[in-house]
T-cell receptor, first 112, second 114 residues
């Protein structure tokens, strides 16, 4: 079993829809949770970072962590075609994040 | 412009022929890391470095070597490449050790080992 599981998609939604992307994990020691966005033929870029359980909002993006269920989510409101990318969740046990475990990524397509 | 550069971007080689992929960052970052990305497996960490002369293994270090003699450079060395090392490789750097500090990724190096 992988430490981090992520539905690969592809997920296709119309412009303006609310998107929900999810990851589950098995390692209860994970405390630091990140979401990266990767456009085609580019390296990933950090979108959101959260520590422990709870919600964090940044513009149209909300990251949610439920440590009791070992489940994290990324919500995108008012989705735009420019949000079309692969989204990777990532996790680390410690604040130094020397080792980061990534999910396999969900490919998202926003239809105009 | 702040960036992480990798060279070459594309490489086709044969089994056993030693190769080096260079990585350089101009942001004075202490932390650097190498990943490989494979379909269905996501990004997997190969090696990382917390500072000059300090390197450590990630999840998939077998068949790879790294060195960190200068802060800005972190080359990835494949002493004897094999076909299972065919992959997309990313170098990344980060300002601090902290997880909340964003990692900046290079553009990737696509390697094919025949």
């Amino acid at each position: 079993q992988k430490e981090v599981e992520q539905d690969p998609g592809p997920l296709s939604v119309p412009e303006g829809a609310i998107v929900s992307l999810n990851c589950t994990y098995s390692n209860s020691a994970f405390q630091y949770f990140m979401w990266y966005r990767q456009y085609s033929r580019k390296g990933p870029e950090l979108l959101m970072y959260t520590y422990s359980s709870g919600n964090k909002e940044d513009g149209r993006f909300t990251a949610q962590v439920d440590k009791s269920s070992k489940y994290i989510s990324l919500f995108i409101r008012d989705s735009q075609p420019s949000d079309s990318a692969t989204y990777l969740c990532a996790m680390s046990e410690d604040s130094s994040a020397s080792k980061i475990i990534f999910g396999s990524g969900t490919r998202l397509s926003i239809r105009p | 412009e702040a960036q992480v550069t990798q060279n070459p971007r594309y490489l086709i080689t044969v089994t056993g022929k030693k190769l080096t992929v260079t990585c350089s960052q101009n942001m004075n970052h202490e932390y650097m890391s190498w990943y490989r990305q494979d379909p269905g497996l996501g990004l997997r960490q190969i090696y990382y470095s917390m500072n000059v002369e300090v390197t450590d293994k990630g999840d998939v270090p077998e068949g790879y070597k790294v060195s960190r003699k200068e802060k800005r450079n972190f080359p990835l060395i494949l002493e004897s490449p094999s076909p299972n090392q065919t992959s997309l490789y990313f170098c990344a750097s980060r300002d601090t050790f902290l997880a909340k500090s964003p990692q900046y990724f290079g553009p990737g190096t696509r390697l094919l080992v025949l």
